[in-house]
Structures are given as C-alpha cells and as structure tokens.
C-alpha cells in the first residue's frame, strides 16, 4: 500500500490558538487528499480537500496547504476551539483508483 | 439527514459465531467502501463495490465478506470472527468512481468479540 504518515501523533494547544497539523505523502502521482476529523466512537467526518492543481484551499477556519514539490500537506485550524479536539486524518487517492489511503493520525487536544 | 447509515452502532458476538453489519445510504452513490479500524490506528480498507462489482483488496482476509444488494444497502459478513477482528467498521460511499471523489463515513460500527 501507499505510505501516508503524519509528523505528531498528538499536538496540544490552547483555546483560541491556531492548530497547525502536518502530513507527509509518498506517492507522487497522488492528486486528490482529503482530511477527516475523527471524534471518539465516530466515523470520519470530512473537513476539506485540495486537488493537486491547487496549492492552498480555505474552508470555515481551516486552511489546508499543498506542496507537492516535497509531497507534504497540512490542514491549519485558526483559533482553536476545544470542539476541534479529536483526531485528524489525512487521506490521499490516486486518479486512477478509489482507494483511500490513510495516515496514522494526529490527536489534537484543546486546553481550554 | 442521515446520509450513510450503520446498524447496529454496537454489536456482540461470541468467537466463531457469524456475524452481519449493515450499511445504507440515502445519497444513491454508485460506490460503497467497508473499511476497519482498530483502535488508535488509521481506517483500513477491506473491499469496495462500485455498483454491483466487488473489488476486494489483496490483503483482506477470506473470513470477510460482503454483500449488495442493492444500491443503498451494503453487508460486511464475518465468517467465523476472531478476538483479532473486535475493531470499528465504517461504512463509505462516494459518488462515482476513479479518483477525486470525496468519500462520505457513516458513523461506524463497534465489534466486540467474546
């Protein structure tokens, strides 16, 4: 399978703060990546994707960022609310299928 | 509003004891996927149909299952369960398929295998 990981397993940050979460991608040829927020005992819920012929997307408060030169992503969740706690997922697809693949996971925690 | 449906949302079996998990879509997407996920580890794909095809993934083991019927409902089958399979299944669906679709989770599914 495809080697999707992400930098942190857990990050920690204070109510109000932005939230920077980090994914690295190894295949190239990669076009489509989603990220999922994941609440205990949910299904992932999605949150914002970004094709590979765009470097930056904006949602509600979240930013997700696209470098493809370094296959790295990142979601940014600007002033943090202990409701974003949960965990996070980055998910990449290739064109020419329909499998997902997932990374293991950042656990954001907001200190209120 | 419900869009993807799971049930039950908690289900008990004994080892060895055959069980079935449902899914149900209201969004009438071609495609339904049946992902695993064990605790603290990423959603592992088992198989996928898009519409009635079945694409089952390499490393999916034989003890899984599943069935469409029709195009809003979908059925993971576990043969004979092991402790190894307690675990949340998730149900997906998305729209079309070959890539850039957005892939929409049900609620989930939680295995207890006794």
């Known amino acids: 399978g495809e080697s999707v990981g992400l930098h942190l397993p857990t ?3 204070q109510e109000g703060d932005n939230s920077i ?3 690295a991608y190894s295949n190239s040829a990669s076009d489509y990546f989603i990220w999922y927020k994941q609440e205990s005992g949910k299904g992932p819920q999605f949150i914002i994707d970004i094709r590979s012929n765009m470097d930056k997307r904006q949602g509600q408060r979240v930013t997700v960022l696209l470098n493809k030169t370094v296959k790295h992503l990142s979601l ?3 002033a943090t609310q202990p409701g974003d706690s949960a965990v996070y997922f980055c998910a990449e ?3 020419t299928g329909n499998q997902f693949y ?6 954001l925690t907001v200190i209120p | 509003d419900a869009m993807v449906i799971q049930n039950p949302r908690y289900q008990v079996t004994q ?3 055959p069980v079935t998990l449902s899914c149900s879509q209201t969004l009438n997407h071609n495609v339904m996927y049946w992902y695993q996920q064990k605790s603290s580890q990423a959603p592992k794909l088992l198989f996928h149909y898009y519409d009635k095809d079945f694409n089952n993934e390499a490393d999916t083991p034989d003890n899984f ?4 019927p029709n195009t809003s409902f979908c059925f993971l089958d576990i043969r004979s369960p092991g402790l190894g399979d307690a675990a949340m299944y998730l149900c997906a669906t998305s729209r079309q398929a070959g890539g850039q679709e957005t892939q929409y989770f049900g609620p989930g599914t939680r295995l207890l295998v006794l």
Do not use: D, P, Y
């Open chain 1, 11 to 13: 990050l920690s940050v």
């Open chain 1, 21 to 23: 979460i980090n994914c």
């Open chain 1, 76 to 78: 940014q969740i600007a």
């Open chain 1, 93 to 95: 697809n290739l064109n």
């Open chain 1, 102 to 107: 997932f990374g293991t996971g950042t656990s």
């Open chain 2, 15 to 17: 080892f060895g004891k």
């Open chain 2, 65 to 68: 299952q599943s069935r469409r």
